[in-house]
């Protein structure tokens, strides 16, 4: 059953008969526009759009994955700001001869990995086009608690990630070079688990600045580094470098039979472990900087600190690669 | 300048110089997610998806242009719900090599927009795509009001809409035949201008139902008729048909030289003034439902009756013709 033969409205129906109706959901799927409850009194709201070709391959990732992926990369953006994901809205623009099945099973993937957040969709837009697109606003709740921005970061300050990092970027690398292992990390690029209570808790600890790494760790940190206005000195020996990362890059250097890309050799280059921990996004780890006198739960890990001055140091030195995902230069 | 020149954190930061920053925007753009006051302790959201050759053409509409019309249309979903506009979420996708000043002078268009419903632009995303492709999620505040869906006509209640009917479609038809107007209508198929304070007033009149007319009146009432569980009985001498339209159909039948189009002949027909006002969307014109006792605003026409059964009838009769847009099978 393709899509146009199902139409729009037939669609629509098949999704609100399987996504869940959240608490917080005064008016659902169907009307003009969904109405939440804010008990706040604010809304935290971000948006993100995913094309096909250049955010993701269909070749590489179900729709299931492509789903989950889009909702994770949108929900880890409210948990960056402190705040509980309440709702999704979706806009979907797909070939009018695309199965109805391949659609209904990326929803299905999105409303999967929005019950893992404690959220769920609320409403969306279907549309016809040439590629696929997945327009996705994420709605959130602060309970509360103020929201914290790119731009409080003191010297002084530690600063600290929680969730993983570099996986993904292994998983595309492997990808890219045909390998289809090690798994976790190819499953990690195609669909990733950010760590999204950690937000709110750092907000609860009194973070300082809180930010998800989307781009790249050193390229988000530059982004808070400038809007704090400080230096940030990350710590190499202190970033999590994990097995899997060095078995994926052995696995890479005996297929390209390229041994100057083992594991070791320069950070800025994307073939090797700490390469992928500094500039690999996606995985959505959050990065925070407390007062050091903050007693941070396990999940956080120390990686640096904040100084007075400008930009972003690895182990005192300027990064000497690219710091992460360009958007008017990157492609898959 | 190209995109791709000033890059993506170049072009967000002009934008952000450009667009003004609401009352209600505690966070705005430039961190991982908007923040904004919703005082109400709810919030009402749609999202909609514009693709360039689908929903607009570029040598027929200038960016700024693209920009209002795609906040028009955006923020008449709010009004739908009797909702006032607070911000707009921007996700925008433009070929790398496009000008940074097109770009610009689309958002122009929505902060226009934005301005003219008392709304502001609160934050957004970038991507580089083969087409322009804009994904808007409106974001509004009911200051205490019910929210008016779809489905509380009842039968008894009087019909009436609020704002323009059927110019959009003619200024597409006038455009399609290559035609340069009348200027009125080609302008409001370029830019719509919706009645945004009609909704709020809606809710406050104790609107039974409420919808944005976007894919044409027959077709949203349709929508009405079956969320409410009604029978719409359209009255098409009540319906207003300006000057201007019947102008339209005159020039266009000369320019065809197709007499049997000319003013007058079957509503069904999309090249009459009757068959835009009944079936043309985008004008964003709002249709409510009102129990008969109602007084109503000098801006509220009163077009039709609700009747017990199912389904929507003009005059008493199944419409002739297909009612309005469709998404899977319709194109520019």
């Known amino acids: 059953v393709s899509i146009s033969d199902l139409g729009e409205f037939g669609l629509i129906a098949s999704f609100a008969e399987r996504l869940p109706r959240g608490e917080a959901t005064l008016v659902g799927i169907g009307d003009d526009a969904a109405v939440l409850a804010m008990p706040d009194g604010r809304v935290v709201a971000s948006t993100d759009l995913l094309i096909e070709g250049r955010h993701f391959r269909r070749d590489w990732s179900g729709p299931e994955e492509i789903g989950g992926k889009a909702a994770a990369q949108n929900l880890a953006d409210l948990a960056a700001m402190g705040a509980d994901p309440t709702a999704l809205l979706v806009g979907l623009a797909v070939p009018a001869a695309e199965s109805a099945d391949w659609v209904q099973r990326l ?10 957040a404690g959220a769920t969709v609320a409403g969306g837009d279907l549309a016809s086009a040439d590629a696929v697109m997945i327009a996705i606003t994420a709605l959130g709740n602060l309970a509360g608690r103020a929201p914290v921005t790119r731009a409080g970061a003191h010297p002084g300050d530690v600063l600290a990630v929680a969730g993983v990092l570099g996986h993904s970027a292994a998983g595309l690398a492997l990808l890219s070079a045909g390998l289809d292992g090690p798994a976790p990390l190819i499953e990690a690029h ?66 390209t039979a390229a041994p100057g890309a083992a594991a070791g050799s320069d950070p800025g280059d994307v073939g090797v472990p700490l390469g992928w921990v500094l500039t690999g996004g996606e995985d959505h780890a959050l990065a925070a900087t407390f007062s050091p006198q903050t007693p941070l739960p396990p999940r956080w890990t120390v ?11 690895v182990d005192g030195r300027v990064f000497p690669g690219r710091s992460g995902w360009v958007s008017f230069g990157d492609k898959y």
Do not use: F
């Open 107 to 116: 929803v299905a993937g999105l409303a999967r990995e929005c019950a893992a």
């Open 190 to 255: 195609r669909w990733p688990h950010p760590p999204y209570q950690a937000g709110p808790e750092a907000a609860t600890l009194g973070a300082t600045a809180l930010i998800d790494v989307s781009d790249g760790l050193v390229a988000d940190l530059g982004h808070v580094a400038r809007a704090s206005g400080v230096l940030i000195d990350l710590d190499s020996s202190r970033l999590p470098s994990p097995q899997a990362l060095a078995e994926a890059a052995a696995a890479l250097a005996a297929a």
């Open 303 to 313: 990686v640096g600190e904040v100084r007075e001055g400008r930009g972003v140091l």
